[in-house]
């Protein structure tokens, strides 16, 4: 057993009560093994009481850990924090920096978590594109949502799309986060990215592959056409320059 636990103070185990004849173990442990500590939680009261009670009656201290309280609810965590500050700066860069100094905490600890967050598929990062000129926007970084449902419960907002103030936020978010799904669905072998330069010339969407890219703007009237930035079209061996509507939205993101 020594050689299990090793030179360890602080043994802790979850959800032991899934662990046939746990208590008699734990008995073992705390008879046999003289300064070992041992911390067990399991998320059935019920389950962890009828495996251990017996076995180690007078040997233990039971502790409650209730769901959330009013206390833990009320001050909000650095995760709530970094939310929320992620869901107000959809569609403009950010800063890790920033972030930081936002929540409170180090920026070491915020690309942790926002790596974090991209790996449950909360959110996305989307990187700036820059090869050819000397003005792009070198290691540019937007954050998306993978669907605005999360955003709006993180900001409180759930008001009808017409009366929203942040409409084109929610727009761009909607249209990057599902033709990025519809591109991976599709098998697509690129690379996606936004582009900006440090004279405000931006282009929203912007995909690569084979050399050659597609560049998308998004706008939410019909009658409002894009103007490509001709330092990205003098630069970039352009596919193809488009700019997604409502009117053409199902056109764009139900493309083979």
């Known amino acids: 057993m020594r050689v299990l636990i090793g030179d360890s103070s602080y043994v802790l ?8 004849d746990i ?15 041992l911390i067990v939680s399991g998320s059935s009261a019920l389950e962890l009481a009828n495996t251990v009670n017996e076995p180690l009656t007078g040997r233990k201290l039971e502790y409650q850990l209730f769901p959330l309280s009013f206390g833990t609810i009320k001050k909000p965590s650095l995760l709530d924090k970094l939310l929320k500050a992620l869901a107000l700066q959809i569609g403009s860069e950010v800063s890790y920096h920033e972030l930081a100094q936002i929540t409170g905490a180090d920026k070491e600890t915020v690309e942790r978590y926002i790596d974090l967050l991209e790996k449950a598929f909360i959110i996305f990062r989307l990187n700036s594109l820059s090869r050819n000129l000397r003005n792009e926007i070198k290691k540019g970084k937007k954050i998306y949502f993978c669907d605005n449902g999360i955003r709006n419960a993180v900001i409180g907002n759930f008001q009808p799309f017409e009366m929203r103030t942040d409409k084109g936020a929610l727009w761009e978010n909607y249209i990057i986060s599902e ?25 929203d969407f912007i995909e690569e592959q084979d050399a050659r890219f597609s560049a998308f703007e998004f706008k939410l009237s019909h009658k409002k056409g894009a ?12 596919k193809e320059a488009r700019t997604i ?5 199902e056109e764009f993101l139900l493309e083979e």
């Open 13 to 20: 185990i979850d959800e032991a009560q899934l662990i046939p």
């Open 179 to 203: 033709r990025i799904k519809m591109l991976n669905y599709h098998q697509f072998y690129g690379n996606y990215y936004f582009w900006r330069t440090f004279r405000q010339q931006e282009i």
């Open 245 to 249: 509507t409502p009117g053409n939205l």
């Open 227 to 238: 103007r490509f930035s001709r330092s990205f079209t003098e630069a970039y061996p352009l």
């Open 23 to 37: 208590g008699i173990s734990l008995k073992r442990i705390t008879d046999y093994l003289e300064g070992v500590r």
